[in-house]
């Protein structure tokens, strides 16, 4: 079973200031998502990757396969950027075994 | 992509009584998974909903107490039986394709229960 481990568990920083936030995982994954939980519940996948780096807009996603860890970073943070940010991982392609393995988030919280 | 809906967003409920909670997605998908998230925890799945067949249950969960329909390839309810105040958490239904496309998930707005 993989585990799936994200650090740190809470981080509050000013407007403007780069955040990272860190996941480590310990068996071999076919992708990695990384999901934004708001404050109502709902959840929005911002990334899916399974190699490399991925940019949208302050947001940005790295993977580094062989080290088994991913980092999330957002540039120039902005209050409403404000939520809890979960790693998960998708298994390798087995047929019958399609679930997600998810961290216990980082909840982030920007000040104005 | 695909657009998840669920109803309702949110409800108070009273210990004893169930609630059933329904997922609508705007395509036709192989997979639809129910999840919970109780105060302060990550994501637990419950079930994956299989269509024209009984639902798949995680250890520690039971259909008596969290009956699924999928009566067709874009739609589920999930019931939560008999509640207790243990049961106030944030439910949230996913979608998503068999292997290899099992990478596309996506989640729903979930609905939020508070049982007094």
């Known amino acids: 079973k993989n585990e799936v481990e994200q650090s740190p568990q809470n981080l509050t920083a000013q407007e403007g200031e780069f955040i990272t936030i860190n996941c480590s995982y310990s068996?071999?994954?076919?992708?990695l998502h990384w999901l934004q939980q708001h404050p109502g519940g709902g959840i929005v996948s911002l990334f899916m990757?399974?190699?490399g780096k991925k940019k949208h807009g302050r947001l940005i996603a790295t993977i580094n396969i062989q080290e088994k860890h991913s980092s999330l970073h957002i540039t120039a943070s902005h209050p409403r950027d404000s939520a809890v940010y979960i790693c998960?991982?998708?298994?390798?392609?087995?047929?019958?075994?399609?679930?997600?393995?998810f961290g216990t988030g980082t909840r982030l919280t920007i000040i104005p | 992509s695909a657009v998840i809906s669920q109803k309702p967003s949110r409800d108070i409920c009273q210990r004893g009584t169930s609630l059933t909670i329904q997922c609508q997605v705007d395509?036709?998908?192989?997979?639809m998974f129910w999840y919970r998230q109780q105060p302060g925890q990550s994501l637990t799945l419950i079930a994956t909903?299989?269509?024209?067949?009984?639902?798949?249950?995680e250890s520690g969960f039971v259909i008596d107490k969290f009956p699924i329909s999928r009566p067709n390839l874009t739609f589920s309810t999930l019931t939560v039986s008999n509640m207790s105040p243990e049961d106030s958490s944030i439910y949230l239904c996913?979608?998503?394709?068999?292997?290899?496309?099992?990478?596309?998930?996506?989640f729903g707005p979930g609905t939020r229960l508070t049982v007094l």
């Open positions: 996913s979608v998503g394709h068999r292997a290899p496309r099992h990478n596309e998930q996506f």
């Open positions: 998960a991982v998708s298994p390798p392609s087995n047929f019958g075994n399609e679930k997600l393995t």
């Open positions: 990757l399974s190699s």
């Open positions: 068996v071999g994954i076919s992708a």
């Open positions: 395509s036709q998908v192989t997979m």
């Open positions: 909903a299989n269509q024209g067949s009984e639902a798949t249950y």
